[in-house]
């Protein structure tokens, strides 16, 4: 496998192309893997490529295609087979590689639910069984249709195959009217060795690993073939049904118990982080003598109705979460510590490494993160690799987890070779020589030299040009590289002045080169003054907010509707902590990362002025939301107030959004609609002075409902 640039250092138009490679090689490893149960590639290839793909995408927002492999889950069916579209979508987990990863987790969901940290939060932990989920759909109590995942939304028909598999009961008595019962097809370890054997046998290929013996014997046109594979089926989750089946995800387990399916008996309830990663260490210890193959361990919140508050993101829920088994490891030699500009100005330390292959994949590269990690100290300044600093010349172990860039484990120290040097963090930035500053408290150091930094400047300028930006022809990456080399645009607010300070005369030097003469400089001019006049999604896209893609940006637009209140929003939200900043991390689209990134790029003293000045040369057209024709809130301005007692304040707001309704702090003329819980107040006599309806915590939910 060829080894990858950082994304650190790819050009807009690498990453285009590698964004092409990849969705071709995940659409034929899709191809083969879900169609036609014959994988091209390892499942940890599949897993890096897949990484590789988000990592550009993060990296490379406006590049994310339509068809983004990251927006798939599985294949779509194929053509052998029925089609059927799932009432209720299938949807995939989110994934957790550390400690700290489900403790993020646990964290995220108290304080969307508006918990305590000590307060009571029960889990489920169950094994991740590594088959193919499959949905059985029962109507009074008859098994009626097995379809497989498909692409979540549409899957294949097999339900005479799903007949032949012992675990699945064809009848049930006692089940509600409507009843889809989902869970994980699998094949045992000692009967996929015996059908491997059988193959061999009669001269027919041999599977790569149970899980593809188990997809290629379901999903068999002739369900008699099924039928002499031993397949297996645990039960873990459901979708349609005409009656609730208990309140607990774990009562619920029973339930099915009792209806006949086989239930994972690993499966038990946690009561707190302590005791998930606990169960984890006991999975994975057992793990080798199962007789059947996971690969990590999910957690589910327990309860139905916080499960049902917490709601899904895009393809995942937020009361699930998969920890995953690490991944492999590698040891080498870390040859070179060098430090690497990113459009965002920090400081990445890159450890170049002598190439080693880690899970199928050469590595040749891994993040060191920032200065501390590499001295042996996390953010707080408690020991790493219990104080193991790492060095040039030193033998270090590398691991991939859930980003694509590799990591550094740990550093054999009995390998360290004589005279090697503490390695010294640069203090100016090695692409401008501006000073580097390391704020207190943060782990980044980052170059000082704001758009200065040729690093920087360029990057973000090709990108403030960009097509879903404010795409001003004859205004490309090219010229933009030409012109930033000239002097003539340094900073955004630069092209808006560009006419004034050069007028199409002075552009004399591009004039002699080709393709720009007289009328070209004037087109331009004319593009960039067409361009004064921009919608706020293309501005907010436009500024290069790390983390913020042009959905994203979109999203923003529409919920805040105008650059003030955008700007306003952010800024409010700058100490990361209280109600303005909870509302902004319980945008639905908007995660801690993204909100993180809004607040600091506002942050920063040069940024803010450099935005300034860009504006004051635009007209901001304000983004209206669609009224969404079936929200009886849409396009209404709602105020909270009083103590809320279903659900959190940042609940409230992102329902009330994800509903098309406006949210804001304060009454006034323009509220129409004040929500008053016990204990409301001052806004509670305003909105009733200004006859603005004022509603229970009751009726709004009535309302939305
Ligand atoms: S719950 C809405 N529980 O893992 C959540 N999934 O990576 C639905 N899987 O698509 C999934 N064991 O095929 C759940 N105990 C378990 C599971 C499990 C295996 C599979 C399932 C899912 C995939 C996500």
Not at 133 to 156: F, I, K, P
Not at 359 to 385: E, F, K, M
Not at 695 to 700: G, H, L, P, T
């Amino acid at each position: 496998m060829p080894q990858e640039t950082p994304t650190e250092q790819l050009s807009e138009t690498d990453a285009k192309a590698e964004l092409a490679q990849l969705h071709a090689q995940l659409s034929q490893a899709n191809l083969a893997y879900h169609q036609d149960d014959d994988p091209v590639i390892s499942d940890a290839e599949y897993d890096t490529l897949k990484r590789r793909n988000a990592a550009i995408e993060a990296r490379f927002p406006h590049l994310k295609r339509d068809d983004s492999p990251s927006e798939q889950v599985g294949a779509a069916p194929a053509a052998g087979f029925g089609k059927v579209t799932h009432a209720v979508r299938m949807m995939s987990l989110g994934n957790a590689f550390s400690d700290a990863d489900v403790a993020d987790f646990d964290q995220k969901i108290r304080r969307y639910l508006g918990l305590e940290a000590e307060a009571a939060l029960a889990f489920t932990a169950e094994p991740k069984i590594d088959g193919l989920s499959l949905s059985l759909r029962y109507e009074n109590g008859r098994l009626v249709q097995a379809a497989t995942r498909g692409d979540g939304t549409v899957g294949e028909n097999v339900t005479a195959n799903a007949r032949t598999i012992e675990d699945i009961p064809q009848t049930i008595a006692d089940a509600p009217e409507v009843l889809e019962v989902r869970g994980e097809v699998y094949m045992s370890h000692p009967d996929f060795a015996a059908l491997n054997a059988r193959q061999t046998e009669s001269g027919q290929k041999t599977f790569a690993n149970p899980r593809n013996a188990a997809a290629g014997s379901l999903r068999q046109l002739d369900a008699s073939i099924t039928a002499a594979r031993p397949l297996r089926f645990f039960a873990y989750a459901w979708g349609e049904v005409s009656a609730p089946l208990g309140e607990t995800q774990s009562a619920v387990l029973s339930r099915f118990a009792t209806f006949g399916f086989s239930v994972n008996p690993l499966t038990t309830t946690c009561s707190t982080l302590a005791e998930m990663l606990a169960q984890y260490r006991l999975i994975e210890g057992q793990r080798a003598t199962l007789g059947y193959d996971i690969d990590g361990v999910v957690y589910k919140v327990d309860a139905l109705d916080l499960q049902r508050r917490l709601g899904f993101r895009s393809t995942t829920p937020r009361w699930a979460i998969a920890h995953k088994f690490p991944a492999e490891i590698g040891v080498t030699r870390l040859e070179k510590i060098e430090i690497q500009v990113g459009r965002t100005g920090a400081l990445s330390p890159v450890a170049r490494l002598t190439p080693v292959t880690v899970g199928g994949v050469v590595v040749s590269n891994a993040t060191l993160h920032n200065a501390d990690y590499i001295a042996g100290r996390d953010g707080q300044g408690a020991p790493i690799r219990e104080g193991r600093d790492l060095r040039e010349g030193d033998w270090v172990t590398v691991y991939r987890a859930g980003d694509v860039i590799p990591k550094v484990k740990d550093v054999d120290l009995s390998r360290r070779p004589k005279g090697t040097q503490a390695y010294d963090f640069p203090t100016t930035c090695p692409e401008c020589g501006s000073d580097v500053l390391r704020e207190p408290g943060e782990a980044v150091a980052r170059c000082t030299g704001g758009l200065i930094c040729p690093a920087q400047a360029v990057e973000k300028l090709k990108h403030f040009v960009s097509r879903a930006a404010f795409d001003i022809e004859g205004l490309g990456a090219k010229q933009v590289e030409a012109f930033f080399e000239e002097g003539w645009i340094k900073e955004p607010a630069d092209v808006f002045t560009l006419v004034d300070r050069h007028g199409p005369v002075s552009l004399q030097p591009l004039n002699a080169r080709e393709g720009w003469g007289e009328k070209s400089a004037q087109n331009l001019f004319d593009a960039i003054r067409e361009r004064q006049a921009i919608p706020l999604n293309r501005l907010i896209f436009a500024l290069g907010i790390r983390h913020v893609g042009e959905s994203s940006a979109g999203l923003l637009a529409r919920i805040y509707g105008t650059w003030e209140a955008f700007r306003t929003a952010v800024e409010a939200a700058r100490d990361h902590e209280g109600p303005e900043w909870e509302a902004l991390n319980a945008i639905d689209g908007v995660g801690s990362v993204m909100a993180a990134a809004l607040v600091d790029y506002f942050h920063q003293d040069t940024t803010r002025a450099a935005v300034d000045r860009l504006l004051a040369h635009l007209e901001v057209q304000p983004v209206v939301a669609p009224a969404t024709s079936t929200s009886p809130v849409a396009g209404k301005t709602v105020v909270f107030t009083g103590t809320l007692e279903t659900m959190t304040r940042a609940e409230a707001k992102a329902t009330a959004e994800a509903l098309g309704a406006k949210v804001s702090g304060s009454v006034s003329a323009k509220t129409d609609i004040l929500v008053a819980g016990p204990g409301a107040g001052s806004k509670l006599i305003k909105a009733e002075g200004l006859g603005v309806a004022v509603m229970s915590e009751e009726a709004w939910r009535a309302l939305i409902s």
